[in-house]
Nanobody, 116 residues
Framework: QVQLVESGGGLVQAGGSLRLSCVASGSIFSINAMGWYRQAPGKQRELVARISSGGITNYADSVKGRFSISRDNAKNTMYLQMNSLKPEDTAVYYC??????????WGKGTLVTVSE
């Protein structure tokens, strides 16, 4: 099993920046890809960014050029640097891991609110 704890959410004005962190514990040797998802009120959860064990990244079109995902395997931590935030980025952001065995684990989420 893998446990995930997100932090770094909060209230920020449009144009501002935040950095989210996700610390993994437990069976971390089993982790393959990691990613950030978000869910806005009344909407489905969507992929924001993903990073493979080899460091290959991919992003949702809506955040390309503004967000950057990274991981520090030595610290068992994944980050999401979010710049030029927009009100439409307001959502609960969830950390996700996909293991080599095909299991998915989720954190409890951290709320990001971007004001006008």
């Amino acid at each position: 099993q893998v446990q995930l704890v997100e932090s770094g959410g909060g209230l920020v004005q449009a144009g501002g920046s935040l950095r989210l962190s996700c610390v993994a514990s437990g069976s971390i040797f089993s982790i393959n890809a990691m990613g950030w998802y978000r869910q806005a009120p009344g909407k489905q959860r969507e992929l924001v960014a993903r990073i493979s064990s080899g460091g290959i990244t991919n992003y949702a079109d809506s955040v390309k050029g503004r967000f950057s995902i990274s991981r520090d395997n030595a610290k068992n931590t994944m980050y999401l640097q979010m710049n030029s935030l927009k009100p439409e980025d307001t959502a609960v952001y969830y950390c996700n891991t996909h293991t080599w065995g095909g299991m998915d684990y989720w954190g409890k989420g951290t709320l990001v609110t971007v004001s006008e």
